[in-house]
C-alpha cells in the first residue's frame, strides 16, 4: 500500500506518524506492552515510509508540499532532496533500534516517568523529520525549535538537581543561539537573496561582499548550537545527566545530527561551495572546526566516566562534518554527509553499550572497567567496533568519511585538514583503545596502584573507585551518594533488547562499510554528480 502513494504523501506521513504516535502513547500509559508497541509499530512505519522515498528522490524527483504562508512569499514547506533524505533515513532507522534498546534500558533500571519519554521521543523524531526534509530556512528554523523543546524534558527526565540544572544549560543556550544568531542569519540571507529556499547551487552568489558572507557564516555556524562548535557546546556535555536511550538520541539519532546537517545543508544550498571558495571567506572554519576536534579530544583523554569521554568524543567527531564542508571541494562535502551516518551508527553503539554496562554491572567509570568485557562479551565486541569507527579505521563505517575528506584537501593542498584528521586519529586512539584493552586484557581484580595505570585524569578519582574490586568481592556504592546501594561484581549481559540493539547498530557500523551505496548515492546527488 505504501509504495503506491505519491512520494508527497510518504513526505506528509513522514511527519504525521511520529506525530500520532505521541497522542496514542498516552492512551496505554497504564499498559506497558502496549505502549510499547504503539512506539516500535510507528518506529517501524516511519522507517518504511521514509525508504519508500530513496527509489524516486534517486531518480531525480524531489517532492514538494507547500503548507501555511507565515508571511508574504515565506511559507511552512517541505521538499525532499538527497541530503535531507540521508538524515531522515538515519533518524527513522535508529528510532527502530533505539526504541527496542530503550525498553530494555528503562524496564531493566525500573526509570520513572517513562510514557512521557516515549512521548518526547516520538515528537522529537518529528521535529528531525521536519528539519530534514525542510525546504526553506524558515521551516527549518521553526522544526529546529521544536527539537529543542521535545527534548529538553528528556534531558530532565530525573528531575534531579542535576537534571534541571543540566536542562537550564540545555535550553538557555540552545534557544539563545537560536534566537540571537540562526533566526537574524535568516532574516539577512532572505533580504539579500529575496527568498530563504533551498537551492543547488546556493542563493547568495552575487548578492552579498565576501565580508557579509563571512559574517553570515560566522552567524549560521555559531547561531545552530547542536552542531556543538567551540565555544557553543557546553550543553552536552551537561546533557549526560540523562538516561543513556537520551545520550543516543542527542548524540546519534536526532539533536547534534541535526546541528552539523543544518550547517552542511547551509553550506551547500544557501551559499553554495563555489560561491564560498570564490569569496575566500570561509578558512576560518577550517581553524575552528579543527580546534574543536582536536581540543575536545584532548578534553576526553581526560575523562573518567565512560559517557563524558563519549560526550567529549561526540563533540569532536560533529566538528569533523563541519571540517569537511569547510574544505570545500565535492569530495570533502560528501565525505562531510557520509560521515553524518557513519558516525550516527557507530556512536549510538557507544552509548547503548555504556548504558548495558551501567544496566548489568552499575558500573559508570572507565577505571571499573578492567575484565568486563569477559563478563559481557557481546556488548564489549560492540563497543570495540565503534571505538574503531570513531578512530576511522577499517572495516568500520568510520573510515569512509575521514578518506574522502582527506582525499578533498589533498586535491586542494589544504595541508591544515589534513594534519588535524591525522592528529585527531592519533588523539581517537589513545582514548577509545585504553578502555577496550581494559575490557579484555585485565583481570576483573586488578587494582592499579599506580596513578600512572589509570585514565588521565583518573587518579583525581581516587584508588577507592577501583580498590573495592580487590576487597569486598566487588560491592560498593555504585552510585556514589552514600546510600550504601551494592551489586554483585558477578554479572552477565544486560536485558535481552539492550544487547539486541548494540548488536544490531554494531552490525551496520560494519555494514555501512561494505555497502555504502545508499549514503555515497544521497551525498553525490545533492552535489549533482
Not at 120 to 137: H, Q, R
Not at 150 to 163: E, G, N
Not at 300 to 312: M, P, S, T, V, W
Request: aromatic fraction near 10%.
Amino acid at each position: 500500500m505504501i509504495t503506491s502513494l505519491t512520494p508527497e504523501t510518504l513526505a506528509l506521513l513522514a511527519t504525521v506518524i511520529p506525530l500520532v504516535a505521541a497522542v496514542l502513547i498516552p492512551l496505554f500509559a497504564r499498559h506497558p506492552n502496549l505502549r510499547e508497541t504503539v512506539t516500535l509499530t510507528s518506529a517501524g512505519l516511519l522507517a518504511w515510509v521514509v525508504w519508500s522515498l530513496l527509489g524516486p528522490v534517486l531518480a531525480g524527483a524531489r517532492p514538494e508540499l507547500i503548507g501555511v504562508e507565515i508571511v508574504p512569499g515565506i511559507a511552512l514547506a517541505y521538499r525532499v532532496e538527497p541530503l535531507g533524505l540521508l538524515y531522515a533515513l538515519v533518524a527513522s532507522t535508529l528510532w527502530i533500534v533505539n526504541s527496542i534498546y530503550s525498553i530494555g534500558y528503562m524496564r531493566g533500571n525500573n526509570e520513572p516517568r517513562q510514557t512521557s519519554f516515549y512521548v518526547c521521543f516520538a515528537v522529537a523524531i518529528a521535529s528531525a523529520i521536519a528539519i530534514a526534509f525542510s525546504k526553506n530556512l524558515v521551516t527549518m528554523f521553526l522544526a529546529y525549535e521544536a527539537l529543542t523543546l521535545s527534548t529538553y524534558p528528556l534531558v530532565t527526565h530525573k528531575a534531579t538537581d542535576d537534571a534541571r540544572k543540566s536542562g537550564r544549560t540545555y535550553l538557555l543556550l540552545l534557544i539563545g543561539t537560536s534566537m540571537m544568531l540562526f533566526l537574524p542569519a535568516i532574516i539577512l540571507t532572505s533580504v539579500l537573496a529575496g527568498t530563504s529556499d533551498f537551492t543547488s547551487g546556493g542563493i547568495l552568489d552575487g548578492r552579498a561582499t565576501p565580508l557579509v558572507l563571512g559574517v553570515l557564516l560566522a552567524l549560521f555556524v555559531f547561531g545552530i548550537g547542536k552542531a556543538a562548535v567551540m565555544p557553543v557546546h557546553f550543553w552536552l556535555p551537561a546533557a549526560m545527566v540523562a538516561p543513556t536511550p537520551v545520550s543516543a538520541l542527542l548524540h546519534a539519532v536526532a539533536v547534534v545530527k541535526a546541528g552539523v546537517f543544518s550547517i552542511l545543508k547551509i553550506v551547500v544550498y544557501i551559499f553554495g561551495i563555489e560561491t564560498l571558495r570564490e569569496a575566500g571567506t570561509a578558512n576560518w572554519l577550517v581553524w575552528l572546526a579543527g580546534f574543536t576536534i582536536i581540543v575536545a579530544s584532548l578534553i576526553a583523554l581526560r575523562q573518567n566516566n565512560l559517557k563524558k569521554r563519549l560526550a567529549y568524543s561526540t563533540v569532536s567527531q560533529l566538528s569533523y562534518v563541519v571540517l569537511g564542508a569547510a574544505i570545500l571541494t565535492p569530495i570533502s562535502v560528501v565525505g562531510a554527509a557520509v560521515h553524518i551516518a557513519g558516525h550516527a551508527c557507530a556512536k549510538i553503539t557507544l552509548f547503548f553499550a555504556a548504558g548495558a554496562i551501567y544496566t548489568a554491572a552499575h558500573k559508570t567509570e572507565i577505571s571499573e572497567l578492567d575484565g568486563i568485557g569477559h563478563k559481557m562479551p557481546w556488548t564489549m565486541t560492540a563497543f570495540t567496533i565503534g571505538a574503531l569507527a570513531m578512530i576511522g579505521l577499517p572495516p568500520t563505517a568510520g573510515f569512509l568519511g575521514k578518506w574522502f575528506m582527506l582525499s578533498g584537501a589533498f586535491e586542494t593542498s589544504q595541508w591544515l585538514p589534513v594534519a588535524i584528521i591525522v592528529a585527531s586519529t592519533i588523539l581517537n586512539a589513545l582514548y577509545f583503545l585504553p578502555i577496550v584493552h581494559r575490557a579484555f586484557f585485565r583481570s576483573p581484580d586488578h587494582v592499579p596502584l599506580d596513578p600512572d595505570e589509570m585514565p588521565l585524569g583518573a587518579a583525581s578519582v581516587g584508588a577507592a573507585a577501583v580498590r573495592p574490586h580487590a576487597h569486598d568481592g566487588g560491592r560498593k556504592d555504585v552510585d556514589g551518594d552514600g546510600d550504601g546501594d551494592t551489586h554483585d561484581h558477578d554479572h552477565g549481559e544486560a536485558p535481552f533488547p539492550i544487547v539486541l540493539a548494540l548488536s544490531i547498530t554494531a552490525a551496520m557500523t560494519l555494514a555501512l562499510f561494505f555497502y555504502p551505496e545508499v549514503p555515497l548515492s544521497l551525498a553525490n546527488a545533492m552535489i549533482g554528480r
